[in-house]
Nanobody, 125 residues
């Protein structure tokens, strides 16, 4: 069992930056691929970014490519999402997720077994 807890959300002005963190407990982080998803009210949870278990391979949604960076510190059992040039459309709840079945970072929500409770990011114009 893996428990995930996000932090770092908050309010920022358009064009600003935030860094989200996701701390894992229960199992060594180095065996899990991890990802960030986000979900706005009334919408499906959408993929943002993912990392394979050692952080050597990452993938991003087109909407955040070149603005967001996913990275991890397995020794510190923490996953991060650095978000730059935030825009109003980035306003939503962000979730981290983990899965151990695949060696590549998946963008498919159903592939992930463990989820955090989410952290809210609000971008004001």
């Amino acid at each position: 069992q893996v428990h995930l807890r996000e932090s770092g959300g908050g309010e920022v002005q358009a064009g600003g930056s935030l860094a989200l963190s996701c701390v894992a407990s229960g199992r060594p982080l180095s065996t899990y691929a991890m990802a960030w998803f986000r979900q706005a009210p009334g919408k499906e949870r959408e993929f943002v970014a993912a990392s394979n278990s050692d952080g050597g391979t990452t993938r991003y949604a087109d909407s955040v490519k070149d603005r967001f960076t996913i990275y991890r510190n397995n020794a510190a059992i923490t996953l991060y999402l650095r978000m730059n040039n935030l825009q109003a459309e980035d306003t939503t709840v962000y979730y981290c997720a983990a899965e151990s079945a695949r060696p590549w970072p998946s963008a498919v929500r159903e592939h992930y077994d463990y989820w955090g409770q989410g952290t809210l990011v609000t971008v004001s114009s």
